[in-house]
């Protein structure tokens, strides 16, 4: 009623800006309460506030004893590294058993990382901290597992010899290499990489990835510097790919997420593009906080309306490397088949 006499009353024009602007108040509420939705939801179940659950646990776990196969991996190990962490690690580990049991594949798993820890400084001659030895004779002790694990050794040929294969072979044969030669990636072989990830679907196929390749040395080091997850490799790196998506395409509280997916599905692609391409990659996060996603955006150059998915180390292997086993979980353990 009362929108009717306005429309009888206002001159059309006005109505009009008035009419779009109670929308957009509309919206704005909507997208808000989405938010607050979605923050309380994260706030409850992620390992934010404390591991009181297995699944919280298990995740805090598996992130520890991947840096520890990381620093395992690397292309220079250093003796004695990550001493707090592996202490951690051991910890997290004893607390799972005692709550959970041992039957948690992944805390199998970094119960032998951590023993691989110990028998690498055994061979190399190297007597670990006394805390940290106390610790993982007290995991011995406390665990069943004797098994240490061994992260993969590669030669370049190997590392490579399944990108023509089958999709099976082919993507069992792709890693996350955190190890690259000086040797310089063409860079019509990075585009060649970029348009076999074009292929990736997207929400309404609108396509709202954005790559920047970016080459000299001083700018990736510096954005490298800020990443943070590339500690012992990324001076290494021939060619940085900064992922982004372009918010503009996207509309309404129901795609605040879509930027999210489609960048990340087109992530996956593009690693499988560099990997048929024979160019080693590790895809690196871009989960910033404000102060980091700041400063990455004056490095990078990305525009305002572009939000950061991911970033990706490239180069060409050495003849040899490791990479890290970074175990899968059994595929009963992810996937719930409902068969009616
Ligand atoms: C979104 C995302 C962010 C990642 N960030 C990093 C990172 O900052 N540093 C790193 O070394 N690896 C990073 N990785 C690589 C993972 O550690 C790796 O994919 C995982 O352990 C599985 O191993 P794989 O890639 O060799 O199969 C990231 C992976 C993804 C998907």
Redesign the pocket.
């Known amino acids: 009623m009362f929108k009717k006499t306005l429309k009888k009353i206002l001159p059309h024009h006005i109505f009009e800006f008035l009419r779009i602007e109670k929308k957009k108040i509309v919206q704005r509420k909507q997208l808000k309460k989405a938010y607050l939705y979605d923050m309380e939801r994260y706030i409850k179940y992620s390992d934010t506030l404390g591991s009181d659950t297995d699944q919280k646990l298990i995740g805090r776990i598996i992130r520890e004893y991947?840096v520890v196969e990381?620093g395992l991996t690397m292309p220079e190990t250093r003796l004695g590294f990550g001493k707090d962490l592996i202490f951690s690690l051991i910890q997290n580990c004893i607390d799972y058993i005692q709550q959970y049991g041992e039957t948690d594949e992944q805390l199998k798993h970094a119960i032998r990382v951590v023993l691989e820890y110990e028998r690498f400084h055994q061979e190399q001659g190297f007597a670990l901290d006394s805390v940290v030895q106390t610790a993982i004779n007290n995991l011995k002790q406390k665990a069943d597992e004797a098994r240490y694990c061994q992260q993969k050794e590669m030669n370049i040929d190997s590392y490579f010899q399944h990108i023509n294969a089958s999709f099976p072979l082919f993507a069992a044969s792709?890693?996350?290499v955190?190890n690259y030669s000086d040797k310089d990636i063409p860079t019509t072989t990075i585009i060649q990489a970029l348009e076999l990830a074009r292929t990736t679907p997207s929400a309404c196929n609108r396509q709202c990835w954005r790559t920047y390749v970016i080459e000299n040395k001083e700018q990736t080091n510096l954005i490298l510097a800020i990443?943070?997850?590339?500690r012992g490799?990324g001076h290494l790196t021939n060619k940085l790919i900064v992922l982004t998506a372009e918010l503009g395409v996207f509309t309404s509280t129901g795609e605040r997420n879509e930027a999210f997916i489609d960048g990340?599905m087109y992530?996956m692609n593009l690693l499988y593009g560099l990997h048929y391409n024979a160019i080693a990659a590790?895809?690196?996060?871009c989960?910033n906080t404000i102060e980091k996603d700041l400063k990455l955006r004056e490095l990078c150059r990305i525009k305002d309306s572009e939000v950061f998915i991911?970033m990706i180390s490239c180069g060409i292997p050495p003849e040899n490397f490791k990479?890290?086993a970074?175990l899968r979980y059994e595929a009963d353990k992810t996937n719930k088949l409902i068969i009616e």
């Open positions: 991947h990381k792709r890693s996350s955190r990443q943070g997850g590339n490799f990340g992530a590790c895809i690196l996060n989960s991911a990479v890290a970074s």
